[in-house]
């Protein structure tokens, strides 16, 4: 069974700090996606990492992908109350099909 | 503009009727996708269709149902087999063949059954 974890589940942490969230997925597969949902609202696209070593920047954020490991990060620098949200990445499962499957996700809360 | 609908944003309903849920895209979008998002969980695949007059189960089908007629249009019916259908659900597109390959989401669905 495909399984994408993520941790931490929660993660408090203050204005100013650095910090990595960690998304470990158990099937082959070279494109992971980085979501993004505020309270009661829909999901947002951060980042899609489609080969091994594959890092992307958008401001504060910064993701990375290593297949071998099965592994994703997405680093927090010098966070801000804005980055407040609920963090979430996805594996599709290849092979031709687009299934997408969800980690658990990281809620984020920012302390000013 | 380009995005995807979903409609109504909230919808309440009686325990025991069958209710259906809109999504609409006018991203010429071949994949659609319904998925299950209960308070503090992540998300769960309920159908998915990659193409017109096809579709396939997600992990949570049992108790919902879908219709592929259109590209643009992929409805979800809650029916009264769904024993606890309150949640927020969300609607996606997405279309690898063009280079999106990310999920593209609707607003959202918040159902209360009562």
């Known amino acids: 069974e495909l399984k994408v974890e993520q941790n931490p589940l929660f993660l408090s942490m203050q204005e100013g700090k650095n910090y990595t969230i960690y998304c470990n997925y158990s099937?082959?597969?070279?494109?992971l996606y980085w979501y993004r949902q505020d309270p009661g609202k829909s999901l947002e696209s951060l980042f899609v990492?489609?080969?091994?070593?594959a890092v992307k920047q958008e401001g504060r954020l910064m993701a990375s992908l290593d297949t071998k490991a099965r592994l994703s990060t997405l680093h927090i620098t010098a966070a801000v109350h804005d980055l407040s949200a609920t963090y979430f990445c996805?594996?599709?499962?290849?092979?031709?099909?687009?299934?997408?499957?969800f980690g658990t996700g990281t809620r984020l809360k920012v302390l000013a | 503009d380009g995005g995807i609908t979903q409609s109504p944003k909230y919808l309440f309903r009686k325990e025991g009727q069958n209710v259906t849920l809109s999504c609409e895209q006018n991203?010429?979008?071949?994949?659609m996708y319904w998925y299950r998002q209960d308070p503090g969980q992540g998300l769960r695949l309920i159908y998915y269709?990659?193409?017109?007059?096809?579709?396939q189960k997600g992990d949570i089908a049992e108790g919902y149902s879908v219709s592929r007629e259109k590209k643009e249009s992929f409805p979800l019916t809650v029916t009264s087999a769904q024993k606890n259908p309150t949640a927020f659900y969300l609607c996606?597109?997405?279309?690898?063949?063009?280079?999106?390959?990310?999920?593209?989401f609707g607003p959202g669905t918040r159902l209360t059954v009562t």
């Open positions: 996805a594996v599709d499962i290849g092979s031709g099909t687009y299934k997408y499957i």
């Open positions: 099937t082959t597969s070279d494109r």
């Open positions: 269709s990659q193409i017109v007059n096809d579709f």
């Open positions: 991203l010429n979008h071949d994949a």
């Open positions: 990492l489609l080969s091994n070593g």
């Open positions: 996606a597109s997405t279309s690898p063949g063009r280079g999106a390959i990310e999920q593209y």
